[in-house]
């Protein structure tokens, strides 16, 4: 019995042991869905309410399972709609394949109805692969090296198949002249680098007092090597913020993120260390990095193409990190002053108790870092947490301490706006017996993450934990850039862009069949986290924060925290006059003076 290559397609996915498509229909898969409807929908078609949306769930669903996320959508404006979420996959080395359609082959050049250049429109995006489906002999090697390409460079991939070729007969390639077989499998590599490169970088690394190092996500499968090595060297850690899930924040040496939503720790370690390893991190923010001629520094990264990037490193090491430390350690020595390690862990206690004083500053109606301080303690040991961009990043990059089994991420390259709530469904598809969480701002709930907020209503009882707490920042701003134009151009809040409207967040939530609340005050917060972990179903917490609370960053001086609250008043708030000079009093109190540490320039943006 013959079938079509639309089954075929879905079949040869299913021997992928690919689960779930994120996707959205449209004609121009038509002949897909019709091929699901025979499959018994396998693999499962997950509908999101936009095809951006489904792009991002297929990103989280990568993130947090390790496996490749697979998305789909019509031609023409599908295939447009996919763009954002899979330029987030890439830019943060995520393994995507997205499968699109496109307008039947008699119709290409005719300027028809929903044609677009595919190959055109996706040659950056997917530009380690991306092919047009022509005749069904072609369909199995085009599959395959998609998913194995996405896999092996973790990066974006696109299959495009017309209408009609969707329709035809599969048959298979043969044995013959210019047709290209293929076969199924991603066998595991792990590159190891040569003898010679681990002497020359362990001559660096021994050669230092005060080493430091970095950790990216790329060092998410190397935790127990990465202590070892830290513990020979005395060394401090710090963490990209795509890696703050890679080793754990209740460490004493663990310093926290780096760069603009870093920590104090990191920043001084950086500063005043003499020898830095990298493992698994493109940081691209080299102002965050030491001083040029300050550090002798070594650099591990699986990928090639990511050596030598953002430092003058001195040796570049291309291997898998676990298996590279391993290699290193038995040349390292042990340090014997610890008087280095002793500061970092004196300094990163003193931040912690730095950030639970932010947290209970006063603020109306709550303080932002309250909230999220708050979940602290009350996380899951298997939570896993996705963040939005915007200053809802800022509070989870220092107030949550990951650690164990917890996962987290967020659009950490792109930085894109939106990803916050269909990263946290793809984490529920990918591991539904565990409990997620998102932090969205106002701005990204409004934006996208409503509409998600149906997907999570349709969706939910198929999970085994039902838990999905949705935590939004309701401050009736777009914080993060209205502090940006405050710090960078000293210019006070533009309401016609900045304002947003207060929603119903809540109250919409219910209307669905979900769970509730709408937080108004300060001491309803920690109860409020208590019933949404506890909660029979998915739940949204609206929490009235306040805007007037300042993303401060970790080299900021005093001056420039007076000049950014001064800004403020340039407003007409009589209440922020008041916020100025009481929270300005409480930043004095508890953070050290830095006239006189030789802050560098602050930059804006990046993760």
């Given at each position: 019995?013959?079938?079509?290559?639309?089954?075929?397609?879905?079949?040869r996915?299913?021997?992928?042991?690919?689960?779930?498509?994120?996707?959205?229909?449209?004609?121009?898969?038509?002949?897909?869905?019709?091929?699901?409807g025979?499959?018994d929908?396998?693999?499962?078609?997950?509908?999101?309410?936009?095809?951006e949306?489904?792009?991002?769930?297929?990103?989280?669903?990568?993130?947090?399972?390790?496996?490749?996320?697979?998305?789909?959508?019509?031609?023409?404006?599908?295939?447009i709609?996919?763009?954002?979420?899979?330029?987030?996959?890439?830019?943060?080395?995520?393994?995507?394949?997205?499968?699109?359609?496109?307008?039947?082959?008699?119709?290409?050049?005719?300027?028809?109805?929903?044609e677009?250049?595919?190959?055109?429109?996706?040659?950056?995006?997917?530009?380690?692969?991306?092919?047009?489906?022509?005749?069904?002999?072609?369909?199995?090697?085009?599959?395959?090296?998609?998913?194995?390409t996405?896999?092996?460079?973790?990066?974006?991939?696109?299959?495009?198949?017309?209408?009609?070729?969707?329709?035809?007969?599969?048959?298979?390639?043969?044995?013959?002249?210019?047709?290209?077989?293929?076969?199924?499998?991603?066998?595991?590599?792990?590159?190891?680098?040569?003898?010679?490169?681990?002497?020359?970088?362990?001559?660096?690394?021994?050669?230092?007092?005060?080493?430091?190092?970095?950790?990216?996500?790329?060092?998410?499968?190397?935790?127990?090597?990465?202590?070892?090595?830290?513990?020979?060297?005395?060394?401090?850690?710090?963490?990209?913020?795509?890696?703050?899930?890679?080793?754990?924040?209740?460490?004493?040496?663990?310093?926290?993120?780096?760069?603009?939503?870093?920590?104090?720790?990191?920043?001084?370690?950086?500063?005043?260390?003499?020898?830095l390893?990298?493992?698994?991190?493109?940081?691209?923010?080299?102002?965050?990095?030491?001083?040029?001629?300050?550090?002798?520094?070594?650099?591990?990264?699986?990928?090639?193409?990511?050596?030598?990037?953002?430092?003058?490193?001195?040796?570049?090491?291309?291997?898998?990190?676990?298996?590279?430390?391993?290699?290193?350690?038995?040349?390292?020595?042990?340090?014997?002053?610890?008087g280095?390690?002793?500061?970092?862990?004196?300094?990163?206690?003193?931040?912690?108790?730095?950030?639970?004083?932010?947290?209970?500053?006063?603020?109306?109606?709550?303080?932002?870092?309250?909230?999220?301080?708050?979940?602290?303690?009350?996380?899951?040991?298997?939570?896993?947490?996705?963040?939005d961009?915007?200053?809802?990043?800022?509070?989870y990059?220092?107030?949550?301490?990951?650690?164990?089994a917890?996962?987290?991420?967020l659009?950490?390259?792109?930085?894109?706006?939106?990803?916050?709530?269909p990263?946290?469904?793809?984490a529920?598809?990918?591991?539904?017996?565990?409990?997620?969480?998102?932090?969205?701002?106002d701005?990204?709930?409004?934006?996208?993450?409503?509409?998600?907020?149906?997907?999570?209503?349709?969706?939910?009882?198929?999970?085994?934990?039902?838990?999905?707490?949705?935590?939004?920042?309701?401050?009736?701003?777009?914080?993060?850039?209205?502090?940006?134009?405050?710090?960078?151009?000293?210019?006070?809040?533009?309401?016609?862009?900045?304002?947003?409207?207060?929603?119903?967040?809540?109250?919409?939530?219910?209307?669905?069949?979900?769970?509730?609340?709408?937080?108004?005050?300060?001491?309803?917060?920690?109860?409020?986290?208590?019933?949404?972990?506890?909660?029979?179903?998915?739940?949204?917490?609206?929490?009235?924060?306040?805007?007037?609370?300042?993303?401060?960053?970790?080299?900021?001086?005093?001056?420039?925290?007076?000049?950014?609250?001064?800004?403020?008043?340039?407003?007409?708030?009589?209440?922020?006059?008041?916020?100025?000079?009481?929270?300005?009093?409480?930043v004095?109190?508890?953070?050290?003076?830095?006239?006189?540490r030789?802050?560098?320039?602050?930059?804006?943006?990046?993760?």
């Amino acid at each position: 019995m013959s079938i079509k290559v639309s089954d075929y397609l879905l079949q040869r996915l299913r021997e992928w042991e690919v689960e779930h498509v994120f996707a959205y229909p449209g004609d121009g898969i038509n002949g897909l869905l019709a091929a699901w409807g025979r499959a018994d929908n396998q693999p499962r078609f997950i509908q999101a309410r936009h095809e951006e949306m489904a792009a991002f769930e297929a990103v989280g669903y990568a993130k947090f399972s390790g496996k490749p996320g697979v998305c789909a959508a019509t031609s023409g404006p599908g295939a447009i709609h996919l763009l954002n979420g899979l330029y987030d996959a890439k830019l943060d080395h995520v393994p995507v394949v997205a499968v699109v359609g496109q307008t039947n082959r008699s119709a290409m050049g005719g300027s028809y109805q929903q044609e677009v250049d595919l190959l055109t429109l996706y040659k950056d995006v997917a530009s380690d692969f991306c092919e047009m489906v022509i005749v069904p002999e072609q369909l199995p090697n085009v599959l395959d090296r998609a998913m194995r390409t996405a896999m092996a460079r973790r990066s974006v991939t696109a299959v495009i198949v017309p209408a009609d070729v969707q329709e035809l007969d599969y048959s298979p390639p043969e044995h013959a002249f210019k047709m290209v077989p293929s076969s199924l499998g991603m066998p595991h590599y792990a590159p190891v680098p040569s003898e010679e490169d681990l002497a020359r970088a362990t001559e660096v690394l021994n050669s230092g007092n005060k080493p430091a190092i970095l950790v990216g996500q790329g060092a998410r499968g190397a935790r127990q090597e990465v202590m070892q090595v830290a513990d020979h060297l005395g060394a401090g850690v710090a963490k990209a913020l795509l890696g703050k899930d890679a080793f754990d924040d209740d460490l004493p040496y663990v310093t926290g993120a780096i760069g603009l939503l870093g920590t104090r720790p990191s920043y001084e370690m950086m500063r005043d260390c003499d020898t830095l390893l990298v493992i698994g991190s493109s940081f691209p923010y080299t102002q965050f990095l030491p001083e040029f001629g300050q550090a002798r520094a070594v650099q591990i990264d699986i990928d090639p193409h990511m050596i030598g990037l953002r430092y003058p490193f001195e040796v570049n090491l291309v291997g898998d990190a676990a298996l590279t430390l391993r290699r290193l350690l038995p040349s390292l020595k042990v340090a014997k002053e610890q008087g280095w390690r002793r500061k970092i862990e004196q300094d990163t206690a003193g931040w912690w108790e730095v950030m639970r004083r932010r947290a209970a500053v006063e603020a109306d109606p709550i303080n932002p870092e309250h909230v999220t301080h708050a979940l602290n303690d009350l996380l899951p040991d298997n939570a896993i947490l996705a963040s939005d961009s915007g200053s809802a990043a800022n509070w989870y990059a220092r107030h949550l301490k990951l650690r164990g089994a917890m996962r987290g991420s967020l659009s950490g390259t792109l930085a894109t706006m939106g990803p916050g709530v269909p990263y946290a469904i793809g984490a529920k598809f990918a591991h539904g017996d565990r409990p997620a969480i998102a932090l969205v701002g106002d701005g990204a709930m409004q934006m996208n993450g409503m509409a998600e907020l149906i997907t999570i209503a349709k969706y939910w009882q198929d999970w085994a934990d039902p838990r999905l707490v949705v935590a939004v920042f309701n401050n009736q701003d777009l914080n993060q850039v209205t502090w940006e134009m405050r710090a960078m151009e000293g210019a006070p809040q533009f309401l016609p862009s900045q304002s947003i409207p207060d929603v119903a967040y809540a109250d919409f939530a219910r209307s669905l069949g979900l769970d509730g609340m709408r937080i108004e005050k300060p001491g309803e917060v920690t109860g409020a986290w208590e019933h949404a972990l506890a909660a029979d179903r998915p739940c949204v917490l609206d929490f009235m924060t306040d805007p007037a609370v300042p993303p401060i960053p970790p080299h900021a001086t005093l001056d420039q925290i007076e000049a950014a609250a001064t800004s403020v008043l340039k407003g007409d708030s009589d209440r922020a006059a008041v916020v100025r000079q009481g929270f300005k009093a409480k930043v004095q109190e508890f953070l050290p003076s830095h006239r006189e540490r030789g802050n560098r320039p602050r930059t804006q943006g990046g993760r």
